[in-house]
Each structure stands twice: as structure tokens, then as C-alpha cells.
């Protein structure tokens, strides 16, 4: 066994240089090619990184950029916006003595207006009308520079009923509300959840960005038929299954639904993954393109028993935090030490 002594460790800086100099300088060893080693594999940093891209051409992979449905929308909401501009002050230069009715709740010292839709649990039917409305963005914005069309979303070709297409079906565009009513059918009959209208979306602008095709009055439908059937197997833990949507879609074929999974995926390049925080931007670009149209949510005002909730949260949300303080594993440099500690060291 050792003697136990104590000994003077100096942590300067100058002392560690000292003994680093008496080491002999490091000599790389010569790079192995690819054929020396065997391995053909693609190297990590031969990848493309996609960050690397340009924002604007992956909405729907990278969290900062802009959504594709909120640029298209602003057009339109600016000339909203300056129409109501006008009606405002012509209604009250008419009507000198009625303000008009108040369109909108503001909170006041002694009631705090909220409304029941959060980022992690969405109000479902008003995420399905800004989803809707997102949609009529995308088909009356689109960009007709003759982009190509697929066959497997062409209505002509893949009719979702017996009745007989009409001639001109990719002449004139679908209201909001026939966009409105179709989405809200499928995800009433299949029992979906507000979160998967998001993801939703978030496909179908991945798969307009990656396949560089239009959504337009002839494939809109089946483009949001595949977007939902994909988001509700990725999203929801009890997936429906392809023969549900034949249940709800009387005269559609399962054959006919594979086909339209099988392809959707191939060109999505089988990339269905969400982040966390390309979801949180989808979910407020949908409020903010809602407050633009004055589809607003419902207020109401805020409860005892509903603050209780929400301080309760809060209080959770903190004690998360210090959990995750203290597990965190803190590094000290020691560069800018200089005194001198004694500690006990160990002569055998």
C-alpha cells in the first residue's frame, strides 16, 4: 500500500504549457481512402444538409420558413383589408349617430377573454375551417406556368363517386365551404383529431414543394384525400385503415387508396417526419392567416376553475424546468484558474 501525503498542484496556466512543450509533436497518420478501407458508403458530410437549402423552397422541413398558403393569402387579405377600411368610415359618415356592433372581445382589468385552442390541443373545427382556408389560398393562387399534372390525383382519371365528372371540373375553382365540407367529412367519419389536420397540411405543402406540381380545381380533392390518409397513420396511435375510407368514400376502390398511399409516399421521398417545430409554426401561421379573414375563435371568458387549471400548468412547467437545472451536467473550465489548492495525492 502508499504512503498518503499531501502535495502543492498548481493549476496555472503557465505550468501546463511547460509540460505540454516536453511532448513530442503530434504527426498525423496518413487518410485512407475509401478503396483502401472497402467502404463505398456515402460519407455524413457528403450529404446535403438541409439547412443548407434555400428556405423558401422547403416550408415544410425548415422551421423558419415562411408557409407557402400565408404568402399566397396576403394578397387577397390586403385587399380585405382596404375594403373594410372603406365600408367602415362610409358606415359611420352615414350613420354619424351608431358606432355599429363590436366585432371583437378585448379583455379588460376584470375579465380575461380566451378561447379553448392551444398548440398541443387545437380547437378541431376551427383548425378545419383555417386548414380549408389555406387550401382556397393554395388552388386560387396557384401558379399556372404550366407546371405538370399526375395522374393519380386527376379526378377525370380517379373519380371519388359513380357520377359522371363534368366536362369543365378544372375550369372553375371550389368555394372555401366545398373545401370546408369535404375535409370535415373525412375527419368526422374517421374520428380524426385537430392535430392532424395540421400535419395535414404540412404534407400537402411538401408535397407541392417536392413534386413541383399545383394544387388546382381537377386534383384537389385526392391531393387532400392522400394528405389525410397519410397524416392519420403517422399522427394518430389507432390509424384508420385504407378500407375505413371506402366505408366513408362509397364508390372508391381499397386498390385505388394503395395506390394513392403508395405514390403520395414516393413523392414526399418517404420523408413523413414533423418536427416539433415546423408543427408550432404551421399552428400559429393558421391563427395568424385566421385573424387576417376574421375567422376569429371563440372567446369566452376566463373561469376560476379554468385559471386553477392553468396555474396548475404553470406550476408543473416550473418544477420541469429545475428538474432539468439540476440533471444538467455543467462544465468548469479551468484555464483561468491560478491559486494554488492542496490536495492529498496517493505514493506508492
Not at 4 to 27: A, D, F, G, Q
Request: glycine share 2%; net charge neutral; with cysteine.
Amino acid at each position: 500500500m502508499g504512503n498518503t501525503t499531501s502535495c502543492c498542484v498548481s493549476s496555472s496556466p503557465k505550468h501546463r504549457r511547460s509540460n505540454h512543450s516536453r511532448l513530442e509533436p503530434y504527426r498525423p497518420e496518413p487518410e485512407l481512402s475509401r478503396e483502401d478501407t472497402g467502404c463505398n458508403l456515402q460519407h455524413i458530410s457528403d450529404r446535403e444538409n438541409i439547412d443548407d437549402l434555400p428556405m423558401e423552397y422547403n416550408p415544410s422541413d425548415h422551421p423558419r420558413a415562411s408557409t407557402i398558403f400565408l404568402s399566397k393569402s396576403q394578397t387577397d387579405v390586403r385587399e380585405k383589408r382596404k375594403s373594410l377600411y372603406i365600408n367602415h368610415f362610409t358606415h359611420i359618415s352615414e350613420n354619424k349617430h351608431y358606432p355599429g356592433p363590436l366585432r371583437r372581445k378585448y379583455s379588460s382589468c376584470s375579465t380575461i377573454f380566451l378561447d379553448d385552442s392551444t398548440v398541443s390541443q387545437p380547437n378541431l373545427k376551427y383548425t378545419i375551417k383555417c386548414v380549408a382556408l389555406a387550401i382556397y389560398y393554395h388552388i386560387k393562387n396557384r401558379d399556372v406556368d404550366g407546371r405538370m399534372s399526375l395522374d393519380i390525383f386527376d379526378e377525370k382519371l380517379h373519380p371519388l363517386s359513380k357520377s359522371e365528372v363534368p366536362a369543365d371540373y378544372n375550369k372553375y375553382d371550389p368555394e372555401q365551404k366545398q373545401i370546408y365540407r369535404f375535409v370535415r367529412t373525412l375527419f368526422s367519419a374517421a374520428q380524426l383529431t385537430a392535430e392532424c389536420a395540421i400535419v395535414t397540411l404540412v404534407y400537402l405543402e411538401r408535397l407541392l414543394t417536392y413534386a413541383e406540381i399545383d394544387i388546382c380545381p381537377a386534383n384537389w380533392k385526392r391531393i387532400v384525400l392522400g394528405a389525410i390518409l397519410l397524416a392519420s397513420k403517422v399522427w394518430d396511435d389507432q390509424a384508420v385503415w385504407n378500407v375505413d375510407y371506402c366505408q366513408i368514400l362509397k364508390d372508391i376502390t381499397v386498390e385505388d387508396m394503395n395506390e394513392l398511399e403508395r405514390q403520395f409516399l414516393e413523392l414526399l421521398q418517404f420523408n413523413i417526419n414533423v418536427p416539433s417545430s415546423v408543427y408550432a409554426k404551421y399552428y400559429f401561421d393558421l391563427r395568424s392567416l385566421a385573424e387576417a379573414n376574421n375567422l376569429s375563435f371563440p372567446l369566452e371568458p376566463l373561469s376560476r376553475d379554468k385559471a386553477q387549471k392553468l396555474e396548475a400548468i404553470a406550476r408543473l412547467c416550473d418544477k420541469y424546468k429545475d428538474v432539468r437545472k439540476l440533471a444538467k451536467k455543467r462544465s468548469v473550465s479551468a484555464d483561468n484558474l491560478t491559486v494554488v489548492r492542496w490536495c492529498p495525492a496517493i505514493i506508492s
